[in-house]
């Protein structure tokens, strides 16, 4: 397969293609997402939550993001590789969000960065770009900001909050964003954004009419403690291994491992 790039995305939005996206963490999750179809590796900053034992994603620092993301890549043949900027490490300055995404590149070998923010991270966004780093947006729900909203509710419900998300994601286009990551709105809404922007959305509980999808690898194949209501599992991968580990538990206790 031929590696999947920024324009790969975009022409894909343009001929009504849908793209998929996934998270990934190690070499491991990468190669067996990739294997599986996904286009996109997104080393999500959630990170911090699956992985890393954090209670948000607020603790995650920027090496952390490199390390996981390195193995990603090395772990990739041909998918796009997307790191999250890390919460601290890019809201202070573009020049702080360009030394960040510059980090990233370059210790990881990753494609892209991806941000959290609309209208108000534009200047940042424009940045950036016209430095040549291919950056991904991310609107809605933005986890980073839990402190701020108290909850990792549904965005998007008053009609005032719909007008601001539409003229975030008409920001961030024009600032130069490759693609836009739409977090738990309406899905009407979010079709309303995909149909009004150039660039590919990538929805997750965003409803159906978004260009591409995305989730997280533990939620989607029941690795997960629980999964939010927008993402069914589909496997139980935590009992398959639990029940692995158990039955050797029980070998071992009875003396039949190894044979
Ligand atoms: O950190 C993450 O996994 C993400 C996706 C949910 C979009 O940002
Ligand atoms: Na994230």
Redesign the pocket.
Known sequence: NSQVTAATLLRAKQRDEKTVWL?ALDATSAAIAEAAGAEVL?V???LGMVSLGFDS?LPVTLDQMIHHTAAVVRGRKSAWVVC?LPFGSYQKSPEQAFDASVAVLQQSGCDAV?I?GGAHMADTIRFLAERGIAVVA?IGL???SVKKFGSYGKRGKSKDEQSQLLRDAKAVTDAGAVAL?LENIPAELASSITASVAIPTVGIGAGVNCDAQVLVFNDLVGLSESNPPFAPAYADVRRVMGDAISSWVADVKSGNFPK
């Open positions: 998270t997104l999500g900053d959630s994603t999250d991806k959290e991310h933005t986890p980073q990551v």
